[in-house]
C-alpha cells in the first residue's frame, strides 16, 4: 500500500490517493480524496459555562476504601466521609458537619451531630472523617453530611439509617 499526499501552505491536505497492490503487483483498490474548495473558517459555537468545577468530590462509606454506599444499619460501627479536593488553596479548611435530618422525636429537625476540619498541604488533597457509632447504636432516619471549603458549602451527600 502506498499513500501519495498533496499539500498547500495555509490550507493543508489538498489531495490523498491510496493505491493498494498484490504481491504481484497487480492493483488491487485506488482512493482518491481530492479538496474540491478551500476550507471556510467559521466562529466556533458559544459554550456557557454551568458553573466552576468542583473544588472536592465526596462519598460515604462503611469503611476507609471500601465501596461508596448511603443507605447504613443502625449496628455500622463508623460512617466514613471521604473526601478528595482539587484546585485548593494550600491552608484550605475542608469541614464535613453531621447533620441528623429527621430521627425520631428525641431530636430537633436538622440538628448537628458533629463536624470535624482537615486543613489542606497543597492543591490536592484528600482525607475521610470518621463518626463512630453510638453506644446503644445508631438512631433510624435521614441524615445528610455537608462538605465546606473555607466555611463554603461544596457538597451535600444525604444518607439513610436503617434497621
Not at 9 to 14: P, R
Not at 149 to 155: E, G, Q, R, Y
Request: charged share 30%; no cysteine.
Amino acid at each position: 500500500m502506498t499513500v501519495d499526499r498533496w499539500f498547500a501552505i495555509g490550507t493543508g491536505i489538498v489531495k490523498d490517493v491510496t493505491t493498494m497492490r498484490d504481491s504481484d503487483g497487480d492493483l488491487l483498490e485506488r482512493i482518491s480524496l481530492e479538496l474540491m474548495e478551500r476550507p471556510k473558517i467559521v466562529e466556533g459555537p458559544e459554550v456557557k459555562s454551568t458553573g466552576a468545577p468542583k473544588k472536592i468530590s465526596v462519598d460515604l462509606a462503611k469503611q476507609r476504601l471500601g465501596e461508596a454506599t448511603t443507605t447504613f444499619s443502625s449496628n455500622t460501627p463508623q460512617i466514613y466521609a471521604r473526601w478528595r479536593g482539587d484546585r485548593l488553596q494550600k491552608g484550605a479548611k475542608v469541614r464535613a458537619a453531621w447533620i441528623a435530618e429527621k430521627i425520631g422525636e428525641d431530636f430537633p429537625p436538622d440538628y448537628k451531630v458533629d463536624e470535624a476540619t482537615a486543613v489542606t498541604e497543597g492543591p490536592v488533597a484528600h482525607g475521610a472523617f470518621t463518626l463512630s457509632r453510638p453506644d446503644d447504636g445508631w438512631a433510624f432516619g435521614d441524615y445528610r453530611v455537608e462538605f465546606y471549603v473555607d466555611d463554603v458549602l461544596v457538597d451535600t451527600v444525604k444518607l439513610k439509617i436503617v434497621k
